[in-house]
């Protein structure tokens, strides 16, 4: 029993009690009242009303006012003639006993001299014994006030206007959708028959156009392709090509006038639900009428028991709409085919990328209930509402989605992009050179669209109410509405407000993001564009393939073309990354075939890049060629439109974080459902106020925060990041690369610098007359020195062009070959000519080039030189390549092992072939393929390059190498050089043995010792991979290697164990990369052209590119340093790192939120207002934001932070601070009992409405429970800030540190100060002023209200708020000590070496 006995087991004693004690006297007569507590008690030419006031003016006070009605709607008979007499004054009463009325009243008798018996309220047949001076005859006296009974529980009759009109809607809202049901259900029969009678209709399945109708075919001078045919070519030839059109559903659906009738009462309903919250809410704080609970019939309780279930249901009802809220829309519309609908509803399944490790059991089985939900709701398609147009002219159905249009195909009976085929070799395309005709052009367009890729990105306004229609701001917003109702209204809006904030974060930085992407994926202006013959000026707009267009220099490229004429440089670095400008070439009038993305990207510009140089060529027939370009795709079929699309609509990625979180969060809704049950057995008193406490602690438990806390932690890595020269379009990457174990780096111009240094050259002896044995002569080091094929050919074979101001741009293996020779190119060639080249007094005429390509790894021209007027053909390429061309008979034996003897020395070794064609004419030569030119080709010999290493690159490579990642090079260079330069780079050591692994005549793989140049038997290389070997081994493969291993299913077991990959081309790039992701969190590095696709496919794709807008990969770097992938691995770690600790905090908040809760519930208890808005306005918000911006740590630790919510060390850190702080709970409270001024004076809140809350917060309990907690929270944000692998130690994070300090003072001062504002404001440690006067000789300037326990204060003795104090400060040291000892360092690496975690174990 509360205040029974005190802290030695005596029973307590009464004690004296000061204040307004004497109950409320109720007469039948104010002449009856005491003297002063009447009429004679008011002031001059007033009254004694019914509510106990004085006024001159009575009668418009409400019967119910009546306090001797004791608040009975209707009250009996023998009440209706009671009045009050005045409030008694107050009074002291000495050993006072609140269970005993009878002598309270008896003290109030003599005390205010009143005489005669007086019965209790309700006692109506008690004898009355009036006062022996009463004039009035028969008069009646009664006390009441707190001794009244309890008011009968009025109910609804449901027969109130108020409730038929309730009634009446939601009647009306069932029958609506009852007959809406049954209407639609008939209307659909046709639409259900198809789909039984046909088996392959369940909609309409969006697959790519097939050829169109022959009446449209006809009008077209290209036909329309399947974009499947051509996505599986492209997949042949190139290496960027895109995945196949994602599979949709799509279905279509008719407007029909009871289908607006249904939609618009599901809207009215439920801003009803809304409106009908907020009217109950109004009429609690009696805006309604004129007094609170009218609509109750007075009665508080019933008003709870009203709200409550609106409140339910109003939930429930949004929550399914919220769910549904994509589908809702078109479930009012009747279902028919697609080619019938006037929308389309379109449905596209999201497949998750799941990355990171195996998932346990617990978090495999909380994502099998996620799906099964998902496919119930069919939560996991992505769902848009398309509205049908007809094009203006043909009358085709199209829609437009994820920006590009699909048009419907009478053929197919489907809605596909459409594509045109203009040709697959060089000549079919040149057949377009006329362009096309207006209505050629406006059929086009209507089936193509616009060239334009329009980003819906929404204004801030838009995305926030995009955000916070999700079901996470759903449901807080909806507890807002609880907080309001309560008298709570200014905790509400306080947290209403860190919602806000939490939605506000998310907003900004994702509409900044968007905006971003939207300024590099729209473009327009004006370009001249040949149609019917004749030059118009248009806009870009209205471009489509098949026209031809002019090039102006600094102009954006508007499509992908091809060029059919003139000199064009483009800038490709905002979508490749290539740092340098290319040279574009025109087409050939030749069957070569042509792949955009493949062996013409030499031929082929790409929208988005800029035009910096566009110069017209001139023939050798005088005739002028403009630079022009046909238009070959346009709008999103282009690739800047599919990179954009990448950005835009990406595949959903899971992390094992996003794994477990949703596990954490089913935990914590488990959490909140306990606390709910408890708040319903401790407060099963009064029930509705059970529910409504249990609301707040579960919307208390999930921090509205918690969305905001990740996106923080990244947005704040992505700014340092900036600042570094490090630019991200994709912020969920930045805490993947936080878990990169495998970095794979390209070589040239990566981890080497951009140019290359001659070094000189290796000739076949005897080369001018063949004279001799077929040998090689000396390495010559000078480049004069070279025979003259060889100084011809360095001179003429290149890409070497010279821009506007005389920049030379080209592949910088040329750039650094043709500075060697000193030559010029001319501004004005040779009419004919290509280039004229002046060398060594020579002018040499280039009449025929065939540009480098991957596919081939060799170029080729033919020169005229005037020496002798013949036409000599010049081939330079990879050894092995240019080998396959040359006439055998001049190639020594030793060929490969000269090649190989300077690659080994790092050498960029190319071969140089010649072929003399003689006297002949350039026409004869015009249809020649490359073959036709090459084959036959002499040997030259070799001229060789330098490859030097970046300055940094072996201290950036060791970084990495000590941050626990495995570095790998993938390079298009030859196996030998790549091993060069891994060694020198780092990536192995100088003294490792490199198995080299090849494919051999006979079409096996084979291995050699590099350095021994012995083979290997593959027994010996198979123990490698078992780890079984002796000594420092390393593998390296070639592209055809890795191709063949790939083919025989074994790529698997090597991909871990082969450091270097050479002779790659783009293709076996994108496919290595796939292959790393597959066992580790994979990150690439590149310069970017050939690199594009494995840049933008790995989980962390650094682009060294120039411009801070490129898409070519979520990251690029303006700083052409590997450095930039060391501080990307740093700033991901931190993210990581900090992101988990803001949830860690976030959940420990909500943890000490539970246990203040819990506590709270057991004693009905509750913390005054003004705690609540410290803790959640000022101590949770800020300290969370500052866990975010805890710095980076200087260098790359051995480990990687856990990106593992559930793992071992979170699970340890966090549920070791958890039991701690519930241990000082248990034990402030277990010293509290142990207080003799505490026994005796417990909270008793058995007399309370624990529904007045701010009723709860006066006594010792709440003291406790309050200054514990609060310390708490200000340290849990201190727990989480330990740690200084990932981040900076814990006194670097000045803001956190500052605030902490601050929070702990302000505790302190609270609970160790006498008597003050602040501690009065938050009632703790506190009084009445008259207590505060009396006992403290304090006299307050500022108001208190009135303490409402017996002892009027709250005020902890000197001494044992010092103990108290101690308790928290123990708190604190007890949890950092935990953080320090166990989480973290001693007892973590301890447990870390004895029992380590199955991680992906390789050879760094």
């Not at 900004?508 to 370009?527: D, I, L, P, T, Y």
């Not at 020496?867 to 080998?883: A, L, M, N, T």
């Not at 008597?1315 to 108001?1343: E, M, Q, T």
């Amino acid at each position: 029993m509360v205040n029974k006995y005190d802290a030695h087991g005596n029973l307590c004693p009464l004690r004296t009690r000061t204040g307004n004690l004497c109950p409320q006297l109720c007469v039948s007569d104010v002449q009856l009242c005491p003297s002063g507590l009447g009429d004679d008690g008011c002031p001059d030419g007033q009254h004694l009303c019914i509510d106990g006031s004085c006024s001159d003016a009575c009668g418009d006070i409400p019967a119910r006012k009546n306090p001797c009605g004791c608040s009975f709607q209707y009250p009996p008979e023998q009440s209706k003639d009671l009045k009050p007499c005045m409030a008694f004054p107050v009074v002291t009463i000495d050993q006072y006993d609140p269970n005993n009325i009878g002598k309270t009243t008896e003290f109030c008798s003599d005390k205010f001299n009143i005489s005669g018996e007086i019965p209790f309220w309700g006692q109506w047949s008690a004898t009355q014994k009036l006062p022996e001076n009463a004039t009035v005859d028969n008069g009646r006296r009664f006390w009441s006030g707190s001794e009244c009974p309890s008011a009968p529980k009025y109910r609804y009759t449901y027969d109130e206007p108020l409730w038929i009109g309730v009634f009446s809607c939601v009647g009306a809202e069932a029958l609506i959708l009852l007959l809406w049901v049954s209407y639609k259900f008939l209307r659909e029969n046709s639409v259900r028959r198809m789909r039984h009678r046909e088996s392959g209709f369940k909609a309409a399945t969006a697959k790519t156009m097939a050829p169109a109708a022959a009446d449209v075919s006809d009008k077209l001078e290209g036909k329309a392709q399947s974009l499947d045919d051509e996505s599986k070519t492209s997949k042949q030839s190139s290496s960027e090509s895109q995945d196949d059109e994602p599979v949709l559903q799509i279905k279509g659906f008719k407007n029909d006038f009871l289908g607006w009738i249904g939609f618009i009462s599901v809207l009215l309903v439920s801003v009803g639900w809304i409106v009908w919250i907020g009217f109950w809410i109004g009429d609690y704080y009696g805006t309604l009428g004129a007094e609170p609970d009218t609509l109750s019939h007075y009665n508080s309780v019933l008003l709870d028991e009203t709200i409550i279930p609106i409140w339910i249901f109003a939930v429930c009802w949004l929550v399914v709409c919220c769910q549904f809220q994509k589908r809702i829309r078109n479930f009012f519309r009747i279902e028919c085919l697609p080619s019938e609908g006037t929308y389309v509803q379109i449905e596209r399944e999201l497949q998750e990328i799941k990355v990171g490790v195996k998932a346990s059991k617990l978090v495999a089985f909380a994502k099998r209930v996620e799906e099964g939900f998902s496919r119930l709701t069919r939560a996991n398609f992505h769902v848009q509402t398309c509205k049908i147009e007809r094009t203006p002219h043909t009358k085709r159905r199209y829609f437009n989605y994820m920006c590009t249009q699909y048009v419907f195909n009478d053929a197919t009976s489907q809605y596909a992009p459409y594509n045109f085929d203009l040709g697959t070799t060089n000549a079919q395309l040149r057949q377009h050179a006329d362009g096309l005709t207006s209505d050629e052009a406006q059929l086009r367009f209507e089936l193509i669209g616009r060239n334009f890729i329009a980003v819906d990105a929404p204004n801030y306004l838009m995305g926030f109410v995009y955000e916070v229609s999700t079901f996470f701001y759903l449901y807080q917003i909806m507890v807002m509405w609880i907080y309001w109702y309560w008298n709570y209204y200014i905790v509400g809006l306080v947290s209403f407000g860190i919602i806000m904030v939490s939605a506000i974060v998310k907003v900004v930085v994702k509409v900044r993001s968007e905006k971003r992407v939207k300024r590099m994926a729209e473009h327009e202006e004006e370009c001249r564009i040949l149609r019917d013959g004749q030059w118009q000026t248009l806009s870009t707009i209205d471009l489509v393939p098949g026209d031809v267009f002019k090039i102006e220099a600094g102009a954006h490229v508007p499509c992908d073309a091809a060029v059919l004429g003139g000199n064009i440089v483009v800038d490709e670095s905002t979508l490749s990354g290539e740092p340098l400008p290319l040279k574009k070439v025109p087409v050939r009038n030749d069957q070569g075939t042509f792949d955009k993305n493949g062996s013409s990207k030499i031929n082929t510009l790409f929208a988005g890049t800029t035009a910096t140089q566009a110069m017209p060529t001139t023939a050798s027939d005088g005739s002028v060629s403009e630079p022009l370009g046909l238009c070959l795709d346009t709008g999103t079929h282009t690739l800047k439109g599919n990179l954009v699309k990448e950005i835009l609509f990406p595949q959903p990625i899971s992390f094992i974080f996003d794994e477990q979180l949703r596990l954490v969060f089913g935990i914590l809704i488990l959490y909140a459902i306990i606390i709910f049950v408890l708040a319903m057995v401790f407060y099963e008193t009064q029930p509705s106020a059970a529910f409504i406490y249990a609301i707040f602690s579960m919307s208390q438990l999930i921090s509205p925060l918690l969305p905001a806390a990740l996106v923080m932690g990244q947005s704040v890595a992505a700014s340092r990041l900036k600042k570094k020269g490090i630019y991200c379009v994709n912020l969920p990457r930045i805490t993947m690369a936080g878990k990169v174990s495998l970095f794979c780096f390209d070589k040239t111009g990566t981890l080497t610098k951009e140019g290359l240094e001659f070094y000189g050259g290796l000739c076949v002896r005897n080369m001018e007359d063949r004279i001799g044995t077929l040998e090689f002569d000396p390495f010559i080091e000078s480049f004069d020195a070279l025979p003259n094929h060889m100084r011809s050919a360095a001179a003429t074979c290149h890409g070497v062009a010279e821009v506007e101001g005389g920049l030379r741009i080209g592949n910088p293996v040329d750039l650094e070959m043709f500075a060697t020779t000193k030559g010029q190119i001319s501004k004005n060639p040779t009419p004919g000519a290509l280039d004229t080249i002046s060398v060594e007094n020579l002018s040499l005429d280039i009449v025929k080039r065939f540009e480098f390509i991957h596919s081939r790894a060799s170029m080729s021209v033919a020169v005229r030189d005037p020496r002798d007027g013949h036409i000599h053909v010049y081939v330079k390429g990879s050894f092995e390549k240019v080998k396959e061309h040359l006439d055998s008979t001049t190639v020594p034996d030793d060929y490969l092992y000269a090649a190989n003897r300077m690659a080994r020395q790092g050498g960029y070794v190319l071969a140089v072939g010649h072929r003399d064609l003689g006297d002949i004419s350039v026409d004869e030569m015009e249809h020649w393929t490359r073959d036709d030119m090459e084959n036959g080709s002499e040997l030259v010999g070799f001229i060789v390059f330098k490859n030097m290493l970046k300055e940094d690159t072996p201290q950036a490579i060791a970084k990495l190498k000590r941050g626990s990642t495995r570095t790998i090079m993938i390079t298009g260079d030859t196996a030998l050089t790549g091993v060069f330069i891994g060694k020198q780079a780092g990536l192995m050591n100088e003294a490792a043995t490199v198995y080299l692994g090849d494919i051999d005549k006979s079409g096996d793989i084979s291995w050699i010792d590099v350095d021994r140049e012995v083979n290997v038997d593959q027994s010996v290389v198979d123990q490698v991979i078992d780890g079984s070997a002796d000594g420092d081994i390393e593998l390296a493969m070639t592209g055809k290697a890795f191709n063949y291993l790939i083919e025989q299913d074994q790529i698997r077991n090597y991909i871990l164990y082969t450091r270097v990959f050479a002779r790659m081309l783009p293709a076996d790039k994108l496919t290595c990369i796939r292959y790393h992701m597959e066992r580790g969190i994979t990150a690439m590095c590149g310069d970017g052209g050939n690199d594009t696709a494995a840049l933008r496919t790995a989980h962390a794709g650094i682009a060294l590119a120039n411009n801070e807008a490129s898409i070519v990969s979520p990251f690029s770097s303006s700083n052409h340093s590997i450095e930039s992938c060391v501080e990307l691995l740093i700033q991901g770690r931190s993210a990581l790192a900090s992101s988990l600790a803001g949830y860690m905090y976030l959940i420990c908040y909500g943890q000490t939120m539970t246990v203040l809760k819990t506590v709270s519930f057991y004693f009905s208890i509750s913390p005054n207002q003004n705690i609540w808005i410290y803790i959640d306005a000022f101590i949770n918000t800020t300290l969370s934001l500052c866990v975010s911006y805890s710095g980076p740590a200087k260098r790359l630790s051995k480990y990687r932070p856990t990106a593992q919510i559930l793992g071992p060390q979170m699970l340890t850190s966090a549920m070791g601070t958890v039991f701690i702080n519930y241990a000082f709970v248990a034990g402030a409270f277990g010293w509290l009992y142990s207080k003799q001024w505490f026994r005796c004076n417990e909270f008793d809140s058995g007399d309370l409405d624990i529904a007045k809350w701010w009723l709860l917060a006066d006594n010792y309990e709440t003291v406790i429970l309050a200054i514990v907690s609060l310390f708490q929270f200000a340290n849990n944000a201190m727990v989480v800030n330990f740690g200084y692998l990932f981040r900076r130690r814990w006194y670097r994070n000045y803001p956190l540190l500052f605030l902490w300090a601050v929070y702990i003072s302000i505790n302190s001062i609270i609970l160790l100060a006498d008597p003050n504002w602040l501690s009065c404001r938050f009632r703790i440690n506190c009084g009445s002023k008259s207590v505060l006067a009396d006992k403290y000789d304090l006299h307050p300037d500022f108001y208190i209200e009135e303490y409402g326990n017996p002892i009027q204060n709250n005020i902890i003795p000197t001494g044992s708020r010092y103990e108290l104090w101690g308790i928290c400060i123990g708190n604190m040291v007890a949890t950092i000590l935990w953080q320090l000892l166990v989480a973290l360092y001693p007892v973590h690496s301890l447990t870390r070496k004895k029992r380590p975690l199955r991680r992906l174990q390789v050879k760094l």
